[in-house]
């Protein structure tokens, strides 16, 4: 340290003020990194933190659909409305039943799906692709397709379940709120668990051969060999699945919207913000419901984080 | 060379004359209009629109809207509430004016008492906010009731006057149908998905019985009343597992799914719009030449029957730069002839009173005859009073009747609690 302090290694003529400045704007990492980030930031400014103020303004306003201009400010009344409106608490629980149930269903089908599709057989390739055809039809279409799907009277789920003697006679999937719950998980979890798959499945072709080549010259079970080590190592994998998921399975709208409605039994979170801010026009109201959902989601994406981050450490 | 000086110049032009040609086509104003798209509408539409383009010389542009009717109305309220010029003329719902009128031009200037008279009262009402008439009405919608002659005749049994009738002669012939091996066979299907054609339904049921409309003229809420409660109990009685008269099932029907039964042969009477009728009687129909349509019953013998009054109407942008225009194309498509040819054409019912006693309308949809009695005296929603809040007071009415359906509660205390939520909607009745 002294040496450099006193004697240069290399005699550089102390730089004038002007010449520092441009060092400084030629040579420092922090300012380019910040104008190579500029448009990004810019772009998402525009498209995502404009709208987002917009939404946290006007949630604090009486903004009506039909007069976005004459909005007053009325502080936190539209959140008192909000959460002390029953059916709000009603979506809550509707979301978060929702989400926890077919999220759950999710990883574990998928999980067993990418297990056998991460093992060679013929005609692999074919039933990879496959397996992804529910996920890529649209949801609105998926879900008017179980609708008539599960219809009482006509509808094929009864005529199976009757002609293979599991139901008596038919019942009205959709006509009261816990038998529309079951039959939107089911819908759910048939169309993202491919997805699911996927992502476990890419997890699991990353797991490097010559561990499972080391277990086999210890002899450990299978199912043991799952559990130490396929589990342990595909678990980063996992949680970021999870993750996706639940953020995504709590905004749901499209199939509760087009398989349900509006009906309180089944409304989530989004359906509920969606019918005030839409149907009933109080943006004010709706604004608010969507700040909430904001929150939650926030809340329960850093709850995630939280949980994941000392398995992240160890490894 | 000279030829292709030629030809560039004759290019040049011959651009500018094309130039020229579309300057002087800009000359002529463009109106745009909002038509619905189901089926045959948008065609009408166009068919209308063209024929005043060439009466007046200007230009009709046609835009496609959402079929789904809140979505439509979620699309509206945008284009309004942004002061938008690019619509003159909206399509809209007969419970809309209400909630739309702020921007909507007032057409009571334009209209003489003539013009206002010819068209069946409850329609033109029910586009009338603050007394000012908002829109005129394009064509209108009546429940109706469907039911299966051939099976009434089978077992003698007359058109039900009552719906406790209706219920009586709907059990009777199940159990015989069911006794015979029909055994998919259900009594009566409507419309009881929480949405709202299930306000429209209990409506009719709560307004024949006496039940009164829910919130009456001048806002007061009505609807916890005794008459109201019987009305939504007996339909809700007959909703239940095989050997009911209503299939569970019916808590999630819409129009369609009531008539895919109804349809298909499953069911004895069926309420719906009319426009199931050509439907039913469509080829390929299970069911076609053994349906009658008729007007609902009523809630006591001799009482007052009640079709909830559905249908659309035309509005003036406030926003618009041609109100002249735009008032003069809504005049016309609301005009007598317009309406003649959508009711041959379409089926539309026509809203002008006049063309239910009209030859050719008549040979083109004989059922008019007997529905112009349910039309001229239909029940319009509690739109008007309830103005931008009608939508809210749809909601809570339609969940408490559903809830009523479902047996989770009983018709008494659902409507107690409705009462309550909409006097605090509506601020004590004030709205």
């Given at each position: 340290m002294q040496a450099t302090e006193s004697t240069p290694l290399l005699a550089i003529p102390e730089p004038g003020l002007m010449k520092r400045f441009w060092n400084f704007l030629l040579y420092s990492r922090v300012l380019w990194a910040w104008v190579f980030l500029a448009p990004t930031l810019i772009a998402l400014l525009v498209v995502a933190g404009r709208p987002l103020f917009g939404t946290f303004w006007l949630s604090f306003t009486d903004a009506s659909l039909l007069a976005l201009d004459e909005a007053q400010f009325v502080g936190f009344s539209n959140y008192t409305t909000v959460l002390s409106d029953p059916d709000w608490w009603t979506a809550v629980w509707n979301t978060v039943v929702f989400s926890v149930v077919s999220v759950g269903l999710e990883t574990l089908f998928g999980l067993g799906i990418a297990l056998v599709l991460n093992s060679t057989f013929p005609g692999r390739g074919l039933l990879r692709a496959a397996v992804l055809i529910p996920w890529a039809v649209p949801t609105v279409v998926s879900a008017k397709m179980w609708t008539w799907m599960f219809n009482d009277i006509y509808g094929v789920v009864n005529h199976i379940l009757v002609l293979l003697g599991v139901l008596e006679q038919p019942v009205a999937w959709l006509a009261n709120p816990s038998t529309t719950m079951a039959a939107l998980i089911f819908v759910d979890v048939w169309k993202t668990t491919p997805f699911m798959a996927l992502l476990i499945l890419a997890g699991l072709q990353m797991v490097p051969k010559d561990v499972y080549e080391a277990a086999k010259l210890d002899c450990d079970s299978r199912l043991k060999t799952f559990f130490s080590i396929t589990l342990p190592l595909i678990k980063p994998t996992i949680s970021i699945a999870v993750i996706f998921r639940s953020l995504d399975a709590l905004r749901i709208f499209d199939l509760v919207y087009v398989m349900a409605?509006?009906?309180?039994?089944?409304?989530t979170m989004s359906v509920y913000a969606r019918q005030r801010l839409m149907e009933f026009q109080e943006f004010g109201s709706g604004s608010a419901a969507s700040v909430l959902i904001f929150l939650i989601i926030g809340f329960f994406t850093v709850g995630y984080l939280w949980l994941i981050r000392p398995s992240q450490r160890e490894s | 060379m000279r030829q292709l000086r030629n030809f560039l110049l004759a290019g040049v032009l011959g651009l500018v004359a094309g130039v020229g040609a579309s300057a002087h086509a800009d000359a002529a104003k463009k109106i745009t209009v909002s038509c619905g798209s189901n089926g045959i509408e948008r065609d009408l539409c166009i068919e209308g629109t063209n024929e005043w383009s060439k009466k007046t010389g200007q230009r009709v542009e046609i835009l496609s809207t959402p079929n789904d009717s809140n979505e439509r109305l979620g699309l509206y309220q945008q284009l309004l509430s942004a002061g938008s010029a690019d619509v003159d003329l909206y399509q809209i719902d007969v419970v809309w004016p209400g909630i739309l009128a702020s921007h909507l031009l007032d057409l009571t200037p334009h209209l003489s008492e003539k013009e206002i008279s010819e068209h069946v009262a409850g329609a033109l009402n029910s586009n009338k906010a603050d007394g000012k008439v908002v829109a005129l009405p394009w064509f209108m919608d009546g429940g109706v009731l469907y039911y299966r002659a051939d099976l009434l005749k089978k077992y003698g049994q007359?058109?039900?006057?009552t719906w406790e009738e209706m219920g009586k002669v709907a059990k009777l012939i199940l159990e015989k149908e069911h006794a015979a091996g029909n055994a998919e066979l259900w009594g009566f299907v409507y419309q009881g998905r929480a949405y709202e054609g299930l306000t429209c339904n209990a409506l009719e049921w709560v307004a024949s019985t006496g039940g009164g409309t829910i919130v009456d003229d001048k806002g007061a809420v009505t609807i916890n009343n005794p008459q109201a409660a019987k009305a939504i109990g007996l339909v809700a009685s007959?909703?239940?597992?095989?050997?009911?008269?209503?299939?569970?099932g019916v808590l999630s029907y819409s129009e369609e799914e009531a008539r895919g039964i109804f349809q298909s042969g499953k069911s004895i009477f069926m309420r719906n719009w009319p426009y199931a009728w050509a439907l039913l009687n469509?080829?390929?129909?299970?069911?076609k030449g053994k349906v009658v349509m008729t007007s609902l019953p009523s809630g006591t013998a001799g009482g007052p029957r009640a079709a909830t009054l559905g249908g659309w109407s035309l509005g003036v942008s406030k926003y618009t730069k041609n109100p002249k225009e735009a008032v003069d194309l809504a005049k016309f498509l609301t005009g007598f002839e317009q309406q003649k040819m959508r009711a041959i054409k379409g089926s539309f019912n026509p809203t002008r009173v006049a063309l239910y006693s009209d030859a050719e309308v008549l040979k083109a949809n004989p059922h008019l005859k007997e529905l112009k009695q349910v039309f001229l005296s239909a029940v319009p929603r509690p739109a008007g009073p309830t103005k931008t809040k009608y939508n809210r007071l749809s909601a809570e009415f339609w969940n408490s009747v559903h809830a009523v359906l479902s047996q989770a509660e009983t018709a008494e205390s659902s409507l107690k609690k409705l009462e309550a939520r909409l006097a605090k909607t509506s601020n004590g009745g004030k709205w």
């Open positions: 409605g509006t009906t309180k039994g089944t409304a | 007359k058109v039900p006057q007959w909703v239940g597992k095989k050997g009911s008269i209503t299939p569970e469509s080829k390929d129909s299970a069911v």
